[in-house]
Nanobody
Framework: EVQLVESGGGLVEPGGSLRLSCAAS????????MSWVRQAPGKGLEWVSF???????SYASFVKGRFSISRDNAKTTVYLQLNGLNVEEPAMYYC??????????????WGQGTQVTVSS
């Protein structure tokens, strides 16, 4: 059974940092392009970043150098380092296998998400 389990979310002040983890089981993260996707309350899914099998990384334009995606194949874990979080970024952050086009939670592999809250 494939499972992706995110962790590392929490409450931070504006400008703060968090490191999100996505631990995979029954699933080799080294064999898939992996993404982080977020969903703010009342809004749709928003792609944040992906890392390809070859290690190529890409980020949404709003990231502006603040976030960093990485992968540890030995630990079958994907990470997302979040720096400089602002008050507009509270959301549920999901780890997922990469999709082309709009993300759909009924397609591919998804974790249950980890909540990020930004507040002073």
């Amino acid at each position: 059974e494939v499972q992706l389990v995110e962790s590392g979310g929490g409450l931070v002040e504006p400008g703060g940092s968090l490191r999100l983890s996505c631990a995979a089981s029954g699933f080799a993260v080294s064999s898939y392009d992996m993404s982080w996707v977020r969903q703010a309350p009342g809004k749709g899914l928003e792609w944040v970043s992906f890392i390809t099998i070859a290690g190529i990384k890409s980020y949404a334009s709003f990231v502006k150098g603040r976030f960093s995606i990485s992968r540890d194949n030995a630990k079958t874990t994907v990470y997302l380092q979040l720096n400089g979080l602002n008050v507009e970024e509270p959301a549920m952050y999901y780890c997922a296998s990469r999709q082309l086009g709009l993300y759909d939670r009924n397609v591919g592999y998804w974790g249950q998400g980890t909540q990020v809250t930004v507040s002073s």
